[in-house]
């Protein structure tokens, strides 16, 4: 495994169902996050972990997205009861010292 | 606080050319990182150079250099001997305190 690793890369779903997307990290790196990007902006910031510890969440946009990490190693981000403004692109990246190495993305459209 | 400006929402460059693509930033961190990135039209997020704040050397990444004026908050990318794959969305980074917080891009096309 030389890359990170998303799951699934397209995903579309109705307005008010769950969807929980994985991310599986290059093995070494202990740093994990999660950012959305939406049509004709940068990826913003919205969690990360070191290990399985969540270090920030605030920027989590509401109380319906939450992540984990048990085991240190992968980690999902579920929206629940998801509306059309969710509809983006949820990138994770993996880092050790310096350096970000971006999965490929998984695309949500909320219909 | 971090913030990233990226003024040039497009930028046309002719094959063969020099580009520079503009980055100005604001960080209230002693120590931070500066990153560009690049994203073509299939969405991943390529690593393309990084110039540490306490660098006195401006990075350079094969045709990417990185012209860093620390005075200034600035950091901006130089692509030499544009080629047709460098058409892309080029985003740029910082990193201190914080994890990275992106600019809104320049969308680049490289011209024939």
């Known amino acids: 495994d030389t890359g990170v690793s998303q799951d699934p890369r397209h995903k579309i779903t109705k307005r008010g169902q769950n969807v929980t997307f994985r991310c599986d990290p290059i093995?070494?790196?202990?740093?994990l996050y999660w950012y959305r990007q939406t049509l004709g902006q940068g990826p913003e910031f919205l969690t990360y972990?070191?290990?399985?510890?969540?270090?920030?969440k605030s920027r989590l946009l509401s109380d319906r997205f939450s992540a984990e990490r048990p085991k240190g190693s992968f980690s999902t981000l579920e929206i629940q009861r998801t509306e059309q403004g969710d509809s983006a692109m949820y990138l994770c990246?993996?880092?050790?010292?310096?350096?970000?190495?971006f999965g490929s993305g998984t695309r949500l459209t909320v219909v | 606080a971090q913030k990233i400006t990226q003024t040039q929402p497009g930028m046309f460059v002719q094959e063969k050319e020099a580009v520079t693509l503009d980055c100005t930033y604001d960080?209230?961190?002693?120590?931070?990182?500066l990153f560009w990135y690049k994203q073509p039209s299939s969405g991943e997020m390529i690593f393309l150079i990084y110039?540490?704040?306490?660098?006195?050397q401006n990075a350079t990444e094969g045709r990417y250099s990185l012209n860093f004026q620390k005075a200034r908050k600035s950091a901006n990318l130089v692509i030499s001997a544009s080629q047709l794959g460098d058409s892309a969305m080029y985003f740029c980074?910082?990193?201190?305190?914080?994890?990275?917080?992106f600019g809104k891009g320049t969308r680049l096309s490289v011209i024939a």
């Open positions: 972990f070191q290990n399985e510890a969540q270090l920030e």
């Open positions: 990246a993996s880092s050790w010292a310096e350096g970000y190495t």
């Open positions: 980074a910082i990193e201190g305190n914080t994890p990275l917080v």
């Open positions: 110039q540490g704040s306490y660098d006195e």
């Open positions: 093995s070494e790196h202990n740093r």
């Open positions: 960080t209230s961190d002693q120590s931070y990182g």
